[in-house]
């Protein structure tokens, strides 16, 4: 009995082997199969598009994924072997019925290797010409200690950057790929758009979306990167000084994974407090938070330089939310429950 995939959402796409073989074009009745269903079911294909993107980003039963000219080149080779096999006369109208189903195979591997599904059906221009990276227009934004700033890319996704950091990206995003650079953290709502991914680079990890919303935190001088996810999914992978990927991780809403730049493992974390998010509302969330650290978030938040003479206090941790509270409030805050005190000149702030 046929199984009903009617009911089926990502996760189960994802677990269902038939359609992993479809996607890795490991069996060609089940090639057939889905193409044939994914035409059927149109209502599907969110779901299947997500499922592809996601088996053919990430390291599957160890299989290792081609690159984009890999493919490419296993596509044309396959068209070329299929033309010397099967000549069909110019003048011919009617094509043979098995050259017929030899390039309907064909359609569906497109369909996985090349572009999503939609545009597979609703555009007959399989093959783009990109810009050159070289000539593409790059905008960079820089945002200093004690400010924020939201910013709106070409697609439409919006992007809130947090104190001391800075984002790359093309004034115009290309006819395939959504790509930027970050130094430091910023919240993502990204539109989503299947016929192009969403890459951010940070130092040593990548994070891909189609259209989700995320936090990232990348400081240069922090040991530790994290990535938050608020809605959708994600995959983040962390990568050596050559820039090869070593692990990945698949995270859904309400999940997160630390990277530290030493080791290329990504721990997972399922739950998470609401200090990830919190700065976006500029509420500062401290949770159990190590002075040291503490001390680095306060220099952000308020552009001020800050010397800790107190050594007891470097010891401890400290717990404290404060929403728009001034540098003074936080630290009459601290005070209290730490039995620290301060002189704030200028510029400078000495605790002791």
């Known amino acids: 009995m046929q199984r009903d995939y009617t009911d089926y959402g990502i996760d189960d796409f994802l677990d269902d082997q ?3 073989s479809f996607v890795y074009k490991e069996n060609v009745q089940n090639i057939s199969f889905w193409n044939d269903w994914i035409k059927s079911h149109p209502e599907k294909i969110p779901e299947i598009e997500e499922a592809i993107f996601l088996l053919r980003n990430i390291y599957v039963d160890n299989k290792e994924l081609l690159s984009k000219e890999e493919r490419e080149n296993e596509l044309r080779e ?5 033309e010397k096999s099967q000549r069909v006369s110019v003048k011919s109208k009617v094509l043979d019925t098995n050259i017929w189903h030899s390039w309907k195979r064909v359609a569906a591997i497109l369909i996985v290797l090349l572009v999503p599904i939609s545009v597979f059906y609703l555009n007959s221009e399989l093959w783009v010409k990109e810009t050159p990276r070289e000539q593409v227009e790059w905008i960079e934004k820089v945002v200093p ?3 924020k700033l939201t910013t709106t890319l070409s697609d439409g996704s919006i992007i809130k950057l947090n104190a001391g950091s800075r984002i790359r990206f093309p004034k115009q995003f290309s006819t395939s790929l959504r790509e930027i650079f970050l130094e430091g953290e910023a919240f993502f709502n ?8 969403f890459i951010i680079h940070t130092e040593k990890m990548l994070t891909t979306v189609l259209g989700t919303s995320f936090n990232i935190k990348a400081y240069p001088e922090d040991s530790v990167a994290e990535v938050a ?3 959708g999914k994600v995959l983040v992978q962390s990568e050596d000084r050559d820039g090869n990927i070593k692990k990945s991780v698949t995270l859904n809403a309400n ?8 080791d290329p493992s990504l721990l997972k974390t399922v739950e998470f407090n609401e200090s990830e998010f919190s700065w976006r509302d500029d509420i500062l969330y401290f949770d159990k938070t190590p002075v040291p650290e503490l001390i680095v978030m306060l220099e952000r938040w308020y552009g001020k330089n800050i010397r800790l003479e107190n050594d007891t206090f470097k010891n401890k941790t400290y717990s404290g939310v404060f929403e728009n509270e001034t540098l003074k409030n936080v630290l009459e805050g601290i005070k209290f429950e730490a039995d620290i005190n301060y002189k704030i ?5 000495l605790i002791y």
């Open 229 to 231: 996810v608020a809605t």
């Open 18 to 20: 038939s359609f992993r």
């Open 190 to 197: 990204v539109e989503r758009d299947t016929s192009r991914k």
């Open 145 to 147: 200690y004690g400010q």
């Open 78 to 82: 396959m068209f070329a072997q299929i």
């Open 255 to 262: 999940e997160m994974t630390s990277h530290n730049k030493t």
């Open 345 to 349: 000149k200028g510029n400078d702030v």
